[in-house]
Each structure stands twice: as C-alpha cells, then as structure tokens.
C-alpha cells in the first residue's frame, strides 16, 4: 500500500515537472505568436500555438511539449538557414572619408575630421587618398577614379576647374579642391542614405509556409469545432490540433531551404538569408550595372591607328616600351597587349613621367611619346602641334597618342571588354523565366548603348546616379515585377538593397556591396547567377512538394483524430512521423 501510494506521488510529482516545463518552454513562443496577431500577421505556427495552449488546459503535458520542441526547432532552423543580416550602413559608413587636409590663408595644411569641412574651404588632396567632399579643383593636375560612385570603367583626367565627389580616388598627382558641399551633404553619404532608407522601406516577404497557412488554419479550427459539437469530447480536440500542428510548414521550408543554401556554396554562391533564396524563385526582371557587372571592369587596347606613315605594330613596339615604366592606368594593359602581340619589347631609356599626363623615352634612339592629346601639343614643337589639331579628341579619357620624333605616329583605343559567355547567359536567363532584362550604369551614355547593343538588351541607361537606379528600380516595383539587381560596386549598393534580391560579385567589388546584397558570388562569373536562379527554384519546388504531402497527411489524421482513434500523445507522435517523412523529402534540395 506504501509502494502504491509512493509511485502515485511519483506520478503526480512527474506530471507536474512535465507541466512545469511546458510552461516554461512555450513561453517565449505564445507570446511572440500573440504579439505577432495582435499586429495583424498570422503565420504558421497560430495552430501550434493552440495545440500548445489546448494540452496545457488540459493537462496533457507531454504531447504540449512534443509541440513546443517543434516549433522551437523549426525556428532554431529558420534563423540557421538564415544566418545573419549583413549590416550594409555600417559598411559604408566605416569606408567613407575620415580625414581632410586643410590648405588655409597662409599655405599651411592642417589635418581635421571630414566631418568638420565646411563649403568654401580649400583642400589638399594627395595621390592615392578619397576626396573627403565634393568640390571643384582650383589647383594641380591628376586622374580621379571614381568608379565606386559613378561607374565609369576608367580614371578620369582633372585639372583646374573640374568637379569631383566624395568617395572617388585621387590616383596620380595632388589637387586642391574648394568644397562645394560639407562632408554630410557630398555624394558618398548620400549614398549611405540611400542604402539605409532601401533596407528600411523593403516590404517583408510573405514566406511559402504563411501563404499556405492561410487556408489551412481555418481549415483546422473548422475541423475541431465541427468535432467539438457533434461528440462535446475536448480530448478529441485536442487530439485533431496535435496531428494538425503544422510541422509541415514549420520544418519543410527551412529544411529545403538549408539544402539549398548549401547547394550554392558548393558553387561559391553565397546566399545570405533563406527569404533571399524564396524571393529569387520568383523575379521576373534582371537589372544589370555595365562595368565590371557585364564588362571586365578591366580597359583593354580595342584599336591601334597609325598616322602619317607609321604602321600599327611600330606604334604598338615604341609605346609599350616606353609604358613599361609608367604607373599610369593604361599603361599595363597597353604593355601586355603589346607583348602579346609582338613578343619582348626593346628596352627605353631616358625615361620621364608626367604625372597623370604623359610619359617619353628613347627606343632603338627615337624620342617617343606616349600620353593625352592636350599633353602632346604642349610638348612638341609648334609646327608639329598645329597637325594635331586634325586629330579627333573626343575619346580623350579612352585613348592614348603616340608620336616619334616630334611626328604624330597614332593612337591607340582602350575598352572595357565584355564578359565571356553572355549570349549563353542571356537565353539561360529566359529560360529560368527572367522576362526582362534592363542595364543601368553611371558610365557615359553612349559607352551603354554601344554595350546593350551588342548584347541585345533594348532596355539601356547610362549616365545615371545612384539614387536614380533606385528610382528605376522601384518604377518596375510599382508595375508589379520581382527584381533582382546585379551589381558589382559600391554606386549599386542602393539598388542592390532596394531590389527583392540584390547579387554583387565579390571578385570586383566586395566589402561595402557585399554588405548591401543578398546573394554574393564568390568567383568572378556573372553566370553563376543563373545557377543561383535554378537553385532557388528547384529548393521551392521541393518544398512545396514536402508542405503539400505534410499537409495532406496531416488532413488524414485530422480525420482520425476527429472519429476518437487517436489520443492526443499519440496525434503528436504521429505527426512527428509526417515530419520525419517531409524532412526526408526536403532534404533532396540540397542534391545538385
């Protein structure tokens, strides 16, 4: 009699630890549920919620928390196939200009926070350092590359009275420049806002597990109200909401998801959060930038044009001997397409630079020239610069002028190449049902329309701001298309965060874009972005397939569970097999 009174003590001690730990456990999950409802979002996890809720007002301990471990599991696995959010503000802000030098009245240079530049002042900005404000140069000469901001391909020449930005480079020779706008006010920090701004106003995805929640959790509180009126048996009740307790919709999606994340990293695809792998399923438009998204990034030598009697390979031999000794930007791909062309190139000697303008030397005992057409006609003689005049300088910032001797020799052409494979790339896309495909850069115009011509896009524009490819951006939003942006540098991290999935290629841009982005690709190969595509939507289908089964079968035992042949612990365990069987299923996502 002692025994039995001691092992019903037991008992009662045991239920009672078990009740005490549903409590504690279903906590936290009830309450985010109640708060989320409250809000007005209902999701999937409102009929877990009641399972949770019912068992524990019926003193069912056990089958409460066999819910609870599924829901709670079911999130862990959310936030792992998730994983973290890339903090893209704080990205840009840590790259952004932190210092300027000061040039005040008397000539002396002092060093203050950007921040604290004020519109009118004059600073020195030396070789390889930002430009910590927009401003206009009021002395010296150099290039500034500022392809991070506006996209162009090529370091730009600037002298006196040209108008640079904050955030572009200064690559070969200092400048004085007189601020136009206070550090906070100039372009890169705009570009801050922009990004801050598109990350706050993104509209949340409604997840595929919500979508099919819709209909399901009404289906469910029917099923038990009809079973509740027709045998007044709360155990019954409680036993349809355990084998309804959508673990479907909880585990299948994350799962798929998880096997689709690594799926992409076995090819270097990077996808940042699962809502980013759901969302690219379903674009429809692809937003390109041009340069070092579509194009290398890299200038090339295109053209080689002699004059006056010289032959290409002679301008092509002198130029690239003399260019071995230049640090300017055209210089290497000049040299490696001389040697490419021609083999080892003679040696020059008497070797000079001008900074951001020109270089000479002597080869084989000719003075040779290599630089700018203005640079040319300063430094040759009168009577040989009056023929230059015959030249055309309008691709000054993409060509560079030869002469031999004091005589004009030719010119030799550079672009920025496109990409192996794009045609391929381009019918793949369609394929993976991309209808559109549109490229937005901040290079010239022209350089645009040249590059979509050639790649059969018809949508093309150039000369754009940062803030303008958002705005474009969002026009195809507002017309109801899903968008995924393509972008390689920091003038496209705006875009990229506005967009539903935004893809940067870390080969060339990296860190702040990277930050900015959903996806990332590891390598240098636009292509892998239509891997990433075809990922995406064999992971989906796969789980629609799992949530499909899952439901179904949960639907069955609902139908059990209402006619009295399964007990409330025994509704629970059976859905955890319908959860074994949907795992298996979603765990072919990540084959591939």
């Avoid at 973290?84 to 002092?110: C, K, T």
Wanted: net charge negative; glycine share 10%; proline share 4%.
């Amino acid at each position: 009699m002692v025994w039995l009174q001691h092992s019903a003590t037991s008992e009662v001690l045991s239920s009672r630890i078990w009740f005490a730990g549903l409590l504690l456990t279903a906590a936290v999950p009830v309450w985010d549920t109640v708060r989320n409802m409250l809000k007005g979002e209902f999701a999937a996890d409102v009929v877990a919620i009641l399972a949770i809720v019912a068992a524990a007002a019926l003193y069912q301990p056990f089958a409460g928390l066999v819910v609870v471990i599924m829901l709670t599991g079911g999130a862990a696995l959310e936030r792992y196939a998730e994983g973290r959010a890339g903090a893209a503000v704080a990205a840009l802000e840590q790259a952004a200009p932190r210092q300027a030098h000061i040039r005040d009245a008397d000539g002396s240079i002092r060093d203050v926070p950007a921040e604290t530049v004020k519109v009118g002042d004059l600073l020195l900005v030396r070789p390889g350092e930002l430009v910590p404000c927009d401003g206009d140069v009021v002395d010296g000469r150099s290039h500034v590359d500022a392809s991070a901001i506006t996209g162009e391909p090529l370091a730009v020449p600037v002298a006196v009275g040209s108008h640079v930005v904050s955030g572009s480079a200064n690559v070969d020779g200092p400048l004085t420049v007189r601020a136009t706008a206070s550090a906070g006010e100039s372009q890169y920090l705009r570009i801050v806002e922009l990004v801050r701004n598109a990350q706050g106003s993104k509209a949340p995805l409604q997840r595929l597990a919500d979508k099919a929640a819709v209909w399901f959790t009404p289906l469910t509180l029917l099923i038990c109200v009809v079973t509740y009126v027709l045998t007044r048996d709360s155990d019954r009740v409680l036993s349809v909401l355990m084998v309804a307790t959508p673990c479907p919709l909880i585990l299948a999606t994350p799962i798929a998801i998880i096997g689709g994340i690594n799926r992409c990293a076995r090819r270097q695809i990077i996808i940042r959060t699962g809502g980013a792998l759901e969302a690219l399923a379903s674009v429809t438009t692809a937003v390109f930038d041009k340069t070092g998204t579509l194009t290398k990034g890299q200038p090339s030598v295109e053209r080689v044009t002699p004059l006056g009697g010289f032959d290409a390979a002679q301008v092509l031999r002198v130029a690239g001997a003399v260019d071995v000794g230049s640090g300017h930007q055209l210089a290497r791909p000049l040299v490696k397409h001389a040697e490419t062309e021609l083999g080892n190139l003679p040696v020059a000697t008497d070797v000079t630079e001008v900074a951001g303008r020109g270089i000479s030397g002597r080869v084989d005992g000719a003075l040779v020239r290599v630089g700018s057409l203005a640079w040319l006609r300063e430094v040759l003689p009168a009577t040989t610069a009056a023929r230059l005049d015959t030249l055309d300088g309008s691709g000054d910032g993409l060509r560079a002028y030869v002469a031999i001797d004091d005589a004009p020799a030719g010119t030799i052409e550079f672009a920025d190449s496109l990409r192996d494979g794009l045609p391929a790339f381009f019918h793949d896309l369609g394929a993976l049902g991309i209808t559109r495909t549109v490229m937005l850069s901040g290079d010239h115009t022209s350089n645009v329309t040249t590059v979509a011509r050639e790649l059969g896009i018809t949508d093309a524009r150039g000369d754009l701001l940062p803030e303008d490819k958002v705005s474009i951006v969002q026009e195809f939003q507002a017309k109801g298309e899903q968008v995924v942006m393509i972008g390689d540098g920091t003038n496209d991290a705006p875009a990229l965060s506005t967009a539903e999935v935004g893809i940067a290629l870390a080969g060339h841009g990296g860190g702040i874009t990277a930050e900015a982005s959903d996806i990332v690709l590891l390598v240098d190969e636009i292509t892998r972005v239509a891997d990433a595509i075809r990922a995406s939507k064999s992971t989906m289908r796969i789980a629609k397939q799992s949530i499909g089964v899952g439901l179904g079968l949960s639907a069955v035992g609902m139908i059990f569970a209402a006619l009295g042949y399964l007990s409330p612990t025994m509704g629970a365990l059976g859905q955890e097999v319908i959860d074994v069987a949907v795992i298996l299923n979603a765990l072919r996502a990540a084959r591939g």
